[in-house]
């Protein structure tokens, strides 16, 4: 009550406003991206796939943790699949499979046009979890955690296997283990498309 009234009766009290207003925004607004080496995930044993370096890792958009050469601009290449592999513990070889296909579709738009070169694609399955109808009761987060929920490690490498891109993505969808695989590459390439 005390700075409400210090505000009414200050001459100043825009000022006092707008310093109260600065103390109240997140600061996070205004930095870096976090980095992977940084976050929760990685400070607790997570599964490990095909990234031998997660220190560039940084936030993405529509992906959760993405680094880029900066000399690339990856929407101008054709991508190929060098490996797919699946490293979780639901041991498939089809989700493998449905990954490298979700890959090949997406690079299907950019082989139509003219293409700066070809990346190779290396692509691992580090988890799959499968639908639980149990997890639909958990208050509040049940719904989304009930379904179907797969993390994927991507690489792109040049010509002389040098890696461009790194992309570590976990997402849930639908009820199926493929369904949730084609989302979370579907937004990796996404991703690719933009940048």
Known sequence: MYIFHTI??????????????????????????????????????????????????????????????????????????????????????????????VVEDYSVAISEKEAKGTLTALICIYEAQEYSRVRRLIPYVGRHQSLAGVGVEMELRDDNNRAVAKFRNFGRSGTTLHGAIEAVVGDIMNYIGKH
């Open 8 to 101: 009414k009766n200050t001459p100043n009290r825009l000022i006092l406003l707008i310093l109260i207003m600065t103390l109240t925004i997140p600061l996070t607004s205004w930095s870096e991206p976090q980095r992977f080496i940084d976050s929760r995930e990685y400070r607790r044993d997570f599964p490990k796939a095909i990234i031998d370096d997660y220190s560039n890792l940084v936030e993405g958009d529509g992906v959760n943790w993405i680094w880029i050469d900066p000399s690339v601009k990856l929407s101008l290449y054709k991508i190929k699949v060098g490996t797919s592999e699946n490293r979780s513990e639901v041991r498939s070889a089809s989700l493998a499979a449905t990954a490298k296909d």
